[in-house]
């Protein structure tokens, strides 16, 4: 889409993801700024983004949208390979996320309520129902009735670790507040829990719900200020294990969330290009003054007082000197821990819970373990987990009718995911655990497609603080994405979204997060 773009406008934003679409729509429907977004791959929506399977008609296209978008890439065990997928019409009808992907608080979010005030609606449908298997894969349906009508403990504790897990639990909620919980942002998880529980099955949980909020899998790397804050907002908006958890969007897929935003600036007069690598951006007297881009094939200039870069901090360096920026702002940004998704999407001709042998599980149910593989078999940094979702019964739009999508996803670190054997003994550890919780799921699979990436959601190191939206040292240069923002009190599509608000309200010195519920500002 090569829009006839105008030569000067006041922003520019790089990159069509969530923070620069969010920015965007902020700033061109709120402010009246005349805004410009440019999208280096074929397709908006970045790391967030999501593929119509009848739209993959070509593999090369594929996989050079998905890796500029997202990052990723697609395993050689995925079965059959790429392109008979794609000549055989195996994913007609199927709605294929860019790797294993859900959103907190459903419809409840600051991504909805931030859509709404654009007048976009959302498709986020929740969790119902949660299976748990433990250590030895042994499987407990979180919440179900007792014979006696009470709801049963967490099958795998006995009283006393259980009560332990609800010590923890009860701590968490004496923080109370976001401006408490940020007392903890330099306090490891590890550190926290360890400080209030000696049960090893206890802090196991906590640890799990850790990476399950944050999908970076050890705890000593993940902040117990940033747990606490993503723990109170899911307490507030209402949602919890067995309800919302996780939710998926319904076809188009998580695309739905940037197209809606683009749209909102495309209504108020902006445009939004995509095949337009920005190049540079151009920096005169410690001002920024526009970029440069490749737009089809062609090298344009094009002019804005204010440019703001969505890239994740290690791309951003590749097209904004190093000496140009302060050394400890460099520092953060080469600190941020990136997180891979090893995930697995499977059409199958029967939904999980009709394999998964245990009787009346919802057929919306999440199934996780944290033990895919323990950190104790020397392989990985901390525990690797596997979380599951049959997505069709849970958003039915995301299959053919008669067909089902599962989605397997296991979070390691950026560079484990650059060890093909490693990854490998991921994907062989998902087809056991498929194999033992899904007897008979291979009879019913018809395809399974297998991608990997290095930069899924991005957390700054609990040591550090997060990199600012506003570059100190080049006037009219800002920066919005997951990992950018001072007060930004979450990751991934939400914490994108925050900063969006956040680099939105520090170019026109108004606080957009006003227009949010208080709990996500
Ligand atoms: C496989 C995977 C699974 C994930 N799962 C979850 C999940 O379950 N839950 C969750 O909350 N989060 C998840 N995330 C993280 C979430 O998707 C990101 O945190 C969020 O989308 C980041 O948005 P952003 O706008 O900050 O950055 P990005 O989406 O990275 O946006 C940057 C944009 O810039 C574009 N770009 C790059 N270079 C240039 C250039 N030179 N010129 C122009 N444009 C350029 C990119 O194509 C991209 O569109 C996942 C991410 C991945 C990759």
């Known amino acids: 889409m090569s829009a006839a773009i105008a030569k000067e406008y006041d922003v520019i934003i790089v990159g069509c993801g969530i923070a620069g679409s969010v920015a965007g729509a902020i700033l061109s429907n709120k402010a009246g700024k005349k805004v410009l977004i440019l999208e280096a791959s074929s397709q908006i929506g970045g790391r967030a983004t999501s593929f119509r399977g009848e739209g993959i008609t070509e593999a090369a296209a594929f996989r050079k949208a998905l890796m500029t978008s997202a990052r990723s890439w697609v395993s050689d065990r995925s079965e059959p390979d790429l392109p008979t997928m794609i000549e055989k019409k195996l994913l007609y009808g199927y709605t294929l996320e860019a790797g294993g ?49 009470r709801k049963s403990k967490y099958a795998w504790m006995s009283d006393e670790d259980y009560a332990e897990m609800a010590k923890v639990h009860m701590r968490k909620l004496k923080v109370g507040t976001i401006e408490e919980a940020e007392k903890l942002d330099h306090v490891t998880l590890k550190d926290w829990v360890e400080g209030i529980t000696e049960s090893e099955l206890a802090r196991e949980f906590h640890y799990a719900m850790g990476t399950f909020q944050t999908i970076v899998n050890d705890p000593a790397l993940n902040s117990a200020g940033e747990n606490i804050k993503v723990f109170l907002q899911v307490q507030e908006t209402g949602v919890h294990i067995l309800n919302g958890s996780w939710a998926f969007a319904g076809s188009p897929g998580h695309r739905f969330i940037t197209e809606g935003f683009a749209t909102a600036v495309k209504d108020a007069g902006g445009d939004v290009v995509t095949n337009a690598k920005v190049k540079e951006v151009m920096i005169q007297d410690g001002e920024a003054s526009g970029v440069v881009a490749e737009i ?10 204010t440019v703001v870069c969505t890239l994740p901090p290690k791309e951003m ?79 039915p739009s ?101 900063s969006g608000f956040i680099c939105a309200g520090e170019i026109t010195g108004k606080d957009y997060l006003q227009l949010l519920p208080p709990i996500f500002r």
């Not at 929740?126 to 499987?139: E, K, L, Q, S």
């Not at 089809?296 to 007082?305: H, I, N, R, Y």
């Not at 990199?467 to 990992?483: I, M, N, R």
């Open 101 to 149: 992907r859900g959103s907190w608080y459903t419809n409840r979010g600051r991504v909805s309520q931030a859509l709404a005030l654009f007048n976009k609606a959302s498709i986020f449908y929740p969790n119902v129902g949660f299976v748990w298997y433990d250590h030895d894969w042994n499987p407990s349906v979180l919440g179900r009735q007792s014979l006696d009508g």
């Open 296 to 305: 089809d094939g062609k090298t344009v200039e094009v002019k804005a007082s």
């Open 317 to 395: 360096l590749k097209l904004i000197p190093e000496n140009l920026l302060p050394a400890e702002f460099v520092r953060l940004a080469k600190n941020v821990i990136h997180t891979s998704m090893v995930a697995g999407q499977f059409g199958l001709k029967k939904p999980l819970n009709e394999l998964c042998g245990l009787d009346g599980v919802d057929p919306r149910s999440f199934y996780h373990t944290s033990m895919l593989i323990p950190e104790n078999e020397g392989l990985f940094r901390g525990n690797v987990p596997l979380d599951i979702g049959n997505m069709s019964t849970i958003a």
């Open 398 to 498: 995301t299959a053919p009718e008669g067909k089902h999508l599962a989605l397997m996803a296991s979070s390691i670190l950026g560079d484990e995911a650059h060890d093909k054997e490693k990854v490998n003994i991921v994907i062989d550890r998902i087809l056991k655990f498929s194999d033992h919780a899904f007897p008979g799921w291979r009879d019913e699979l018809e395809w399974m497609l297998f991608t990997v990436g290095d930069t899924c959601i991005l957390w700054r190191h609990p040591e550090d603080e997060w990199v600012d939206v506003k570059c100190p040292t080049v006037e009219g240069l800002y920066f919005a994405g997951d990992t950018y923002g001072k007060r930004v009190n979450e990751g991934g599509v939400e914490g994108a979204a925050h």
